[in-house]
């Protein structure tokens, strides 16, 4: 059975021929066929190791035809226009933007429609790297599973990307304490809708965040020099935002 985070990624996708970049054990692209989600899946990856389990895979499940696995460095395995939608699962944050920035550069985002995105960590490189594209942010889930918090993102691009984008990243999303403004950038960390939503489980994603931070400003509390405290204080600044964010979306 797929895991709830591929389900979600799963579920978001509405386009029907599908790349699944970094495909592991193509796990992904199995079930988007057998549930009848896409029609034609090209499952790229970068390791030997993966890339075979992927291909043993595929065999095992008798869907040769309908997944093409291909090895290859990111969206180097595509041909432009081949895909309406890509998904990049179950990687960091700067690796999934590497990633595409790699590939627009190269033109493999041609007629790609929409792009269904999971960062384990760094969600907000990705964010920003989709606004400075025009991508508009279209959907974004959060979730837990097996104690570990994941985010899901899907973006598509409406002629209107520039200016959708600009309403949803716009100063004062959420009024903070004293009727000061939330800075819209601070939304690439907490999510434009995932912040509106304010769920329990971006809540307890922010709360051990918080803990986190605690922790780190505890440790530079102790050492000392210019460095030190200017960390700390940067520190300081991010876990009273935070704070101001959970006490007023409470
Ligand atoms: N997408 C699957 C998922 O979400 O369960 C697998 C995630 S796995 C942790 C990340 C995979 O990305 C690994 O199999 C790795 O080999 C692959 N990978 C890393 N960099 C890559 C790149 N530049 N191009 C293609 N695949 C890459």
């Known amino acids: 059975e797929l895991s709830k985070r591929l389900s979600v990624v799963a579920e978001l996708l509405r386009e029907q021929r599908v790349a699944d970049i970094g495909s592991d054990h193509a796990l992904l692209p199995v079930y988007l066929i057998r549930e009848k989600l896409a029609t034609?899946?090209?499952?790229?990856?970068?390791?030997?190791?993966?890339?075979?389990?992927?291909?043993?895979?595929v065999k095992a499940a008798g869907l040769s035809g309908r997944v093409d696995v291909r090895g290859g460095d990111g969206l180097e395995v595509l041909v432009p226009g081949e895909v309406e939608a890509i998904c990049l699962a179950g990687m960091?944050?700067?690796?999934?933007?590497?990633?595409?920035?790699k590939g627009r550069r190269e033109g493999k985002l041609?007629?790609?429609?929409?792009l269904v995105l999971q960062p384990n960590i760094g969600a907000e490189l990705v964010r920003a790297w989709l606004v400075r594209h025009d991508w508009y942010l279209d959907a974004e889930r959060i979730l837990e599973e097996d104690g570990k918090i994941y985010e899901v993102l899907r973006a598509s691009r409406p002629a209107e990307s520039r200016s959708l984008n600009a309403r949803l990243y716009a100063d004062g999303a959420l009024v903070l304490g004293g009727g000061r403004a939330l800075p819209g950038r601070q939304l690439y960390r907490l999510g434009p809708w995932l912040l509106r939503e304010a769920g329990a489980v971006w809540r307890r994603h922010w709360e051990s965040e918080?803990?986190?931070?605690?922790?780190?400003?505890?440790g530079l509390g102790k050492a000392s020099g210019p460095e030190a405290k200017d960390k700390a204080r940067e520190v300081q600044v991010q876990i009273e935002t935070i704070k101001e964010v959970l006490a007023c979306t409470s």
Not at 92 to 101: K, N, Q, T
Not at 110 to 114: D, L, P, T, Y
Not at 210 to 218: D, F, G
């Open 92 to 101: 960091g944050g700067g690796l999934i933007r590497d990633i595409l920035e």
């Open 40 to 57: 034609a899946v090209v499952a790229g990856e970068y390791n030997p190791g993966p890339l075979a389990a992927a291909r043993r895979q």
């Open 210 to 218: 918080q803990a986190k931070l605690e922790r780190v400003a505890a």
């Open 110 to 114: 041609e007629g790609v429609r929409e």
